[in-house]
């Protein structure tokens, strides 16, 4: 089921009943740009690692454990267009 959040920003939802682990994706997509390449990783760095309430990654880790082993990560990566 697709549902339009705003323009250009849509909503998967896939329900099922057959698991009992949750998965959030969140793709976004822009064109490369070499000058903010590595602003872009550094900053997935830095929201993997830093959290106003968990400011360090030690206090982070711990409240993930809490949660019965929550886990979650971040990714930057680039699409290769290939033309036949």
């Known amino acids: 089921m697709a549902i339009s959040l705003q323009s250009g920003v849509n ?3 896939i ?3 057959k698991f009992k682990t949750v ?9 490369h740009q070499k000058k903010i390449a590595a602003k872009r990783t550094l ?3 830095l929201l993997e ?3 106003l309430h968990y400011p360090s990654q030690t ?4 409240k993930l454990a809490d ?3 929550a886990s979650f990560g971040l990714n930057v990566g680039k699409k290769e ?3 036949k």
């Not at 994706?25 to 064109?31: C, L």
């Not at 206090?59 to 711990?62: A, G, N, T, V």
């Open 15 to 17: 329900p099922t009943e």
């Open 43 to 45: 900053l997935t760095s």
């Open 11 to 13: 909503l998967t939802v």
């Open 59 to 62: 206090q982070l880790s711990e």
């Open 81 to 83: 267009i290939f033309i």
């Open 67 to 69: 949660l019965y082993g």
């Open 23 to 31: 998965r959030l994706f969140f793709h976004f997509s822009t064109e």
């Open 49 to 51: 690692t830093n959290s």
